[in-house]
Every structure is written in structure tokens, then in C-alpha cells.
């Protein structure tokens, strides 16, 4: 499953820093032949940890936030 992913930085006025499109894959369930549903924590957490690795921001400065 894809998302949208914004990354804002925290403070008085939030900004966008950058926008991701996160694929997770959920764990194949056998017994409904389909992919069980992924936490969206678990996107926002990937696209928290791309935009430190990239150097977009301070990580404990930094918002990640699903678009619904």
C-alpha cells in the first residue's frame, strides 16, 4: 500500500519541508487471499527516517504527518 506522506518542521509555524510517497507492504494473510492493513505510524515513521538520513532537518525537529 502507498501514502503521502507530509514532513513538516515543529515550532510556532509548521512547514513543509518535503513530501514522500511511502510503499509498505502488509503481511500476506492467508487465509482472507489478501494483505492485512499497515499502522499509518508506520509511514509516518519511514518518511521521518528518510528525510533525517537525506539531511532535511534536525529528526527531533520534524513532523510526519498520513494524508487522509
Avoid at 514522500?20 to 509516518?44: C, K
Amino acid at each position: 500500500m502507498k501514502r503521502i506522506v507530509d514532513v513538516f518542521t515543529s515550532g510556532w509555524s509548521p512547514e513543509i519541508v518535503w513530501i514522500y510517497i511511502i510503499s509498505i507492504e502488509g503481511d500476506v494473510n492467508p487465509i482472507d487471499l489478501n494483505q492485512d492493513e499497515v499502522d499509518l505510524r508506520a509511514f509516518e515513521y519511514e518518511a521521518l527516517r528518510l528525510a533525517a538520513e537525506e539531511g532535511r532537518g534536525d529528526p527531533n525537529n520534524l513532523i510526519a504527518k498520513v494524508r487522509e
